[in-house]
């Protein structure tokens, strides 16, 4: 079982930046695929971006490519998004996810622990 829990979030202009933290615990998340969802007011919560167990590879999806990085430290079973050139689109809940599958996967079902979400506020 692992427990993961965001943190980060907040209010911030367009334009601006801003770092979402995931911190696993109670296994190691050097065992999981790791990615970040979001879900905005009205809408399926949707993939973000993914990240293999090793760092090797990450994937991302189209409307937040090069804005949006992931990236992970196995030795702090942490995860993070930083996010920059933010725009009132991404205004949404930012969930951390991890997957026990070998492949980084953008489908919700491919992931089996979730955390409970930061809110993320874009201003215009």
């Known amino acids: 079982q692992v427990q993961l829990v965001e943190s980060g979030g907040g209010l911030v202009q367009t334009g601006g930046s801003l770092r979402l933290s995931c911190a696993a615990s109670g296994r190691t998340v050097s065992n999981y695929v790791m990615g970040w969802f979001r879900q905005a007011p009205g809408k399926e919560r949707e993939f973000v971006a993914g990240?293999?167990?090793?760092?090797?590879?990450?994937y991302y999806a189209e409307s937040v490519k090069g804005r949006f990085t992931i990236s992970r430290d196995n030795a702090l079973d942490t995860v993070s998004l930083q996010m920059d050139n933010l725009k009132p689109e991404d205004t949404a809940v930012y969930y951390c996810?991890?997957?026990?599958?070998?492949?980084?996967?953008?489908?919700?079902?491919?992931?089996?622990?979730w955390g409970q979400g930061t809110q993320v506020t874009i201003s215009s």
């Open positions: 996810a991890g997957s026990g599958h070998t492949y980084i996967s953008s489908l919700e079902s491919r992931y089996d622990y």
């Open positions: 990240i293999s167990r090793t760092a090797s590879a990450t």
